[in-house]
């Protein structure tokens, strides 16, 4: 059984003039429900081109009307949906002061609500943990060095393959798949990728409602808020 992950973010990481900063996404259990997503999200976008947009034009959140924004975000409704919100206020200053330290955080932000909303899949019995061989993940490209791709990659690999160990407390934490053989992380381009479309739009969605403090009214949705 393999795991297909489809992410975007929405927000600027920057305290100064920035609130709020959020992760976005799909998990999907098998290659068949990927595709049937895939499937039912470009029906939902072919419906609202309608002669508005053109076809080599991208529908991203940033470009289209909050009605049309609802209408494909409602097409995700039986889809499994996470989010990683991060409050910026309460990071520390410090992690900001340098690109390698807010990329770091950002990863570990990504890796730790990833983490929580599969554990959570896996504690409702939607997942048999064991069952896990591959990891699929894909993000939408953005300005994210080749190393940090890479550091990414092996946190993710520590968290979900090998399990992590924290020193302060002298304790070790399992992976969440003992049996994984890999993770495949990609860096897509959201034009040629719908689902990482679809991604920008829960991402937004999310961004919208944390913004506006009605997280509380996201229901069907696998969140994460940080610090």
């Not at 900001?96 to 504690?123: E, H, N, P, T, W």
Request: glycine share 6%.
């Amino acid at each position: 059984m393999d795991l297909f992950i489809y992410s975007d973010e929405s927000g600027v990481f920057d305290k100064v003039h920035n609130e709020i900063f959020v992760y976005g996404g799909l998990i999907f259990l098998s290659k068949e429900k990927k595709d049937d997503y895939n499937r039912k999200y470009l029906t939902a976008e072919k419906t609202i081109r309608c002669g508005k947009y053109s076809l080599s034009e991208e529908l991203k959140a940033c470009k289209i009307s909050n009605k049309e924004k609802g209408k494909l975000y409602r097409s995700l409704n039986q889809a499994i949906r996470f989010g990683i919100v991060i409050n910026q206020k309460n990071v520390l200053d410090r992690i900001f002061m340098s690109k390698k330290d807010k990329q770091r955080y950002l990863d570990y932000a990504y890796k730790v609500g990833l983490k929580k909303a599969l554990q959570r899949l896996i504690k409702e019995d939607r997942i048999n943990p064991d069952e896990i061989e591959t990891v699929h993940i894909y993000n939408d490209e953005h300005s994210t060095a080749t190393n940090g791709r890479y550091e990414l990659r092996e946190g993710l690999e520590q968290e979900f393959k090998l399990g992590t160990y924290n020193l302060k407390y002298d304790k070790f934490f399992p992976p969440v798949f003992e049996n994984l053989k890999g993770i495949e992380l990609l860096f897509c381009d959201s034009n040629k990728v719908t689902l990482i479309r679809a991604a920008d739009i829960v991402a937004n969605r999310i961004y919208f409602m944390a913004l506006n403090r009605k997280l509380e009214n996201m229901e069907g949705i696998y969140l994460s808020t940080l610090p």
